[in-house]
């Protein structure tokens, strides 16, 4: 068999896979795309199969190049690291460090954690993927995850990121529940329209609440379905009277305030842990640890979090 490619080559490889086609490759690696789309069939003249399928308006791996693409990922990860990590002084970080996040720490945890991050590491490129499934992210080339303590695989190491804990919210619109009236006790969900969120491929997000001392499950009317992705339109539709809606409580304090969402049983809502940061038990590239020590310093307030069982 032929050189399969040199190692300049399975990154080139690796960079169209991981930006999703040559041009923007072209524009990550500085390179014109007449030089990759070159590389790549190169590649596989050498390897006699085909890595990609092309057509005028997308690039896709085959499985052979998906494979190819899944394996060369966390070892080129470890170069970069290794290169970045010779090239630093002492107190100098540079680099890149992707994350694999859920959509419910997107519009208040990460913002100030990544503004502390970045005023002291300003040489840093942040790469953010945003799933709300369970991902192993080894194989999707990131550096570290943020998920909840019920999916956090077992080999992994994880940190406290954000609010240590979370309250989980009720609430409704006024005219919604001038019209259908105010539940007194949990039980009382069950006969009232309500906005839920499924996760991808998965059961609805579970509506829990305290009752003697006790968490319990409860089933309202599911009169509106929406995925995780579109987890920050929730409040919209709740506003516009659709139906009462569970999510953090610290996303309806300006409603509550301002009178647009009413507070639906307070005195049951829960609390759970707050979402940790977790990343491979090997040797953490030096952006990883740098962001690390920002997570353990930065404590986002308690009960400043979305959504609840998010993945």
Known sequence: MQNSGSL?????FHTVVR???FRAASRRLGLAPSKISTTVARMEAALGVPLLRRTTRS???TD???ALADRIGPLLAGLDAARAEAAEGADRVRGRLRLNVPGAVMPDVLPPILAAFHARHPEVEVEIMVENGVVDIVAAGCDAGIRYDEILAQDMVSVPLGPRTQQIALAAAPDY???RGTPAAPRDLTEHQAIRYRLPAGPLLPWQLVEDGRTITVEPIPRLILGVNAIDTGLSFAR???GIIATFRSWLERDFAAGTLIPV???RWPTRTGPRLYYPSRHAPRPLRAFIEICRSETVPSGTLGYQNQA
């Open 64 to 66: 052979a190049g998906r």
């Open 177 to 179: 529940l001038l019209a």
């Open 59 to 61: 690039v896709s791996t």
């Open 265 to 267: 049983l307070p005195d």
């Open 240 to 242: 516009a009277g659709i």
């Open 19 to 21: 930006e999703g086609g």
């Open 8 to 12: 300049d080559d399975l990154a080139i």
